[in-house]
């Protein structure tokens, strides 16, 4: 089986037994997941510029900036 | 030529809308509609071992500056983003390997000093912002002297339950690159380059105290995709590198986050494989921890691991012709893996927000999961250190 589709499954049966094991959470138990540090990028900005770099010298990344961010990869 | 997949950002772009809706009015100093960014990053790669190198070992150093607006408008029945980012590149670049009389490679490195600067603009208009499912509009365009993209891209985050967020979107680049010095050099004088791309994630809350989020991407490229400033020593002759017309990458993605607002902080890890039809396949983990002291004092101290498997036609050089249609000495394409640790130290005062911070990168052949394989004699060591400020008003 090709790694790729390996890791699709795997990332689909992590997640399903995630589902599965959820508790519901009311809404006014939602503070602390609505803490600053609970988002997925806390400094998207910041971000941009590291998965630009990232991006610009590995073959194959993360994430990145902004779409479209050109080249700058010499 | 490697550059940033717009999907790719999309699929993270989107996660930020994936978590209950409460989550976006919470910044860490103010609460306010609009907010202003500004952030500054000094680049600068290690020299390489003269010992090893003909040409100016003196790598690759870039300046950027990055100013970010996030809004509402129309009443509040719109959130819009833009992005205006400037960077000033310089130093000499990998060119291509010879070997030496031992057969062990010698890099050289461009005799001309790079002197170049990219302006990037984007923008991103969300329908709705507020509500627990909604679509966003993004576009972008990248300028640098030999080098233009324009992208465009749609994203819809969809609430199936209190606990459960779909996500789903598309994107599509074009790119154009006009090499410099292209008659004196003998390279392609235009070329152009296309990418298709689509991703869809799931986000749970899993409990009060954490979130997860599994997404899978596809890019597809077709065009121009050689590096047209890479040479290749092949056999006896110095030769432009030549790379397939075109890549199909797919990509899976596991995000983890977790609250401990007990003693103030969280704790971040990311996990990303991707393979692509080159044959080159990478593994991405990060994992920050984010912690308060009280007073506006955070630091955020993470770690990256990052591990490839070489694209099938990389190699340093070839001592006899083998008839490969494909051949690259691009290190970008090689066997390594890499080291990454940074801190990042904030300070929020009223609705401003204060922020430094600096990683260091090590990359290595023996770094990798799988260190076999030509060795890679061009890889990168840096620095980068930035700082930024951000505002928040009404």
Not at chain 1, 36 to 51: C, N
Request: hydrophobic share 40%; glycine share 8%.
């Amino acid at each position: 089986m090709p790694r790729f589709t390996r890791a699709i499954l795997t990332a689909v049966l992590l997640a399903a037994l995630a589902a599965c094991t959820t508790t519901p959470v009311q809404p006014w138990e939602r503070g602390r997941l609505a803490r600053w540090d609970m988002r997925w990028d806390p400094d998207p900005a910041q971000a941009a510029l590291a998965e630009h770099t990232y991006f610009s010298k590995e073959g194959s990344s993360g994430r990145v900036g902004a779409a479209g961010g050109g080249c700058g990869c010499n | 030529m490697i550059r940033p997949s717009a999907s790719l950002s999309a699929l993270l772009g989107a996660a930020a809308a994936l978590l209950p809706a409460t989550q976006a009015a919470a910044a860490p100093s103010d609460d306010a509609t609009t907010r202003a960014s500004y952030r500054f990053s000094d680049y600068d790669e290690d020299s390489l071992a003269p010992t090893s190198v003909i040409g100016d070992g003196k790598r690759y150093r870039v300046l950027s500056q990055a100013f970010d607006l996030d809004t509402r408008v129309g009443d509040g029945k719109y959130g819009l983003k833009l992005d205006a980012t400037h960077e000033v590149m310089s130093g000499s670049s990998p060119w291509y390997v010879l070997p030496d009389a031992q057969q062990r490679p010698i890099q050289v490195l461009s005799g001309a000093t790079i002197r170049d600067h990219r302006s990037a603009l984007s923008a991103a208009l969300t329908v709705d912002p507020s509500a627990r499912s909604n679509t966003t509009f993004n576009v972008s365009y990248s300028a640098e002297r030999d080098y233009r993209a324009l992208s465009a891209g749609v994203e819809r985050s969809q609430s199936l339950s209190d606990a459960l967020t779909l996500g789903y979107g598309g994107s599509f680049s074009h790119d154009v690159i006009e090499p410099t010095d292209a008659a004196l050099y003998d390279r392609i004088a235009r070329a152009t380059k296309n990418t298709a791309s689509g991703f869809a994630s799931l986000a749970w809350v899993l409990d009060r105290a954490s979130v997860l989020q599994a997404g899978v991407q596809l890019n597809a490229e077709h065009g121009y995709l050689t590096d047209p400033y890479k040479l290749y020593s092949y056999a006896d002759a110095i030769v432009p590198e030549h790379r397939p017309g075109q890549r199909l990458e797919g990509a899976a993605l596991l995000r983890y986050r977790r609250s401990f607002a007990q003693i103030d902080a969280a704790l971040h890890v990311d996990y990303r494989f991707a393979q692509d039809s080159w044959g080159l396949h990478s593994h991405t983990l990060e994992v920050a921890w984010y912690q308060g002291f009280g007073s506006g004092w955070r630091v955020v101290p993470a770690l990256r691991y990052y591990s490839q498997a070489a694209a099938r036609f990389y190699s340093p050089f070839a001592l006899v012709a083998d008839g490969r249609i494909n051949y690259s000495s691009d290190y970008r394409l090689g066997t390594f893996g890499a080291f990454s640790t940074s801190v990042n130290l904030r300070k929020a005062i009223g609705r401003w927000e204060l922020s430094i911070g600096a990683e260091r990168y090590h990359s290595a052949h023996g770094l990798a999961l799988d260190g076999t394989g030509a060795g890679v004699p061009a890889l990168v060591d840096f620095t980068r250190a930035y700082a930024g400020v951000d505002f928040g008003f009404d």
